[in-house]
């Protein structure tokens, strides 16, 4: 089977960790590169922490450093659910290679300018790297099949009551994404609070026995205690984000999802940062966007567990 060709944008993150272990451990995708993203801590974090992990479970694929900051906004970080490093558990680990010495935007441009056929976006952080690359490339966007993302929400925010992380932190950058006129699949707090990891789950990955399975049960031991004291209504589960926007390109019938025009407010007092997706298509306008609200969360558990049973 054709592996599916991918850019993955992250800013690991103990989810976006995770995201990764599905990514490299399905082994269903051909995945060119991973950008990294300041967003839950900055750069050289998660540019470190990416190091790290893709070192871990064995992926030696490039990795470009993004963008420091969001394109008008000042970083914000996300410290309070992915602690000091912003990937806890992980600090003792010796990166196996070094990040490439050309930048996020120019690599995915050399990426896709070189590419025969179409690539698919993974971003599961904040969107500056994919909106710095559209604005200098407008050129290849035509290049881009697809970009499957964790961000914003159809009704609900974690920020601000309308406002989700990634799209939060960078609401400008939010907007150029979904304005662009590339087909976009959004898994948003709508869909990944469905996607939620208990205890027993965290357990089974542990007793996979090997390091992949050690280190996703430690990560999600460690961002499991944000959302066991500030999300009880998840009754002691975890909402694992990221992994969605992979596992909808793994198996797209194990969510549910509508098609919706999306687009981003960046200038509302109360509502910056808000994906406002008309899920009743009372605009009129024609869908741009793929939005997943619900999914299948036992296949979501064995899909994560069959993918950390085949790393090292
Ligand atoms: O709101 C959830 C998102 O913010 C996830 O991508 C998580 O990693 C953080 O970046
Ligand atoms: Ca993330």
């Known amino acids: 089977m054709k592996k599916i060709p991918v850019i993955i944008d992250c800013d690991p993150g103990h989810d976006d ?3 990764l272990m599905l990514a490299f451990g399905s082994g269903l995708f051909d995945v060119k590169a991973v950008t990294t993203s300041a967003g839950n801590q900055t750069q050289d974090k998660t540019l470190a922490n990416t190091l790290k992990i893709l070192s871990l ?7 470009y450093r993004g963008c420091e900051k969001p394109i008008f906004r000042n970083l914000v970080i996300d410290d309070s659910v992915h602690g000091e490093s912003g990937l806890h558990g992980i600090e003792w680990v010796v990166p196996a290679f070094q990040p490439e010495t050309i930048s996020a935007v120019e690599g995915i441009a050399r990426i896709l300018s070189e590419s025969e056929g179409k690539i698919t976006i993974v971003p599961t952080g904040p969107l500056t790297n994919i909106a710095a690359f559209l604005l200098a490339f407008p050129n ?5 099949e697809r970009i499957s993302l964790m961000g914003g929400g159809i009704f609900r925010g974690n920020m601000t009551p309308l406002a989700e992380f990634n799209i939060y932190a960078d609401p400008e950058a939010a907007a150029i994404v979904f304005a662009a006129g590339i087909p976009v699949t959004m898994c948003g707090l709508d869909v990944t609070h469905k996607a939620v990891v208990f205890q027993k789950d965290i357990d089974l990955f542990r007793a ?5 399975g050690e280190a996703a049960a430690n990560f999600l031991e460690f961002y499991s205690r944000f959302y066991r004291e500030n999300r009880i209504e998840l009754e002691g589960g975890a909402a694992l984000h990221d992994p969605c926007a992979i596992a909808w390109l793994i198996n797209p019938d194990m969510f549910k999802t509508k098609s919706c025009y999306v687009a981003v407010e960046t200038k509302g007092e109360l509502t910056s940062g808000a994906t406002v997706v008309d899920f009743y298509n009372v605009l009129k306008k024609a869908p741009n966007t793929e939005v997943a609200y619900d999914i299948n969360r036992e296949e979501y558990i064995k899909m994560l567990a069959d993918a950390i049973r085949s790393l090292p």
């Open 17 to 19: 960790a995770l995201m």
């Open 57 to 63: 479970i064995g992926a030696n694929v490039p990795v």
């Open 140 to 144: 290849l966007k035509d290049r881009i």
């Open 208 to 212: 996979i026995g090997n390091k992949s």
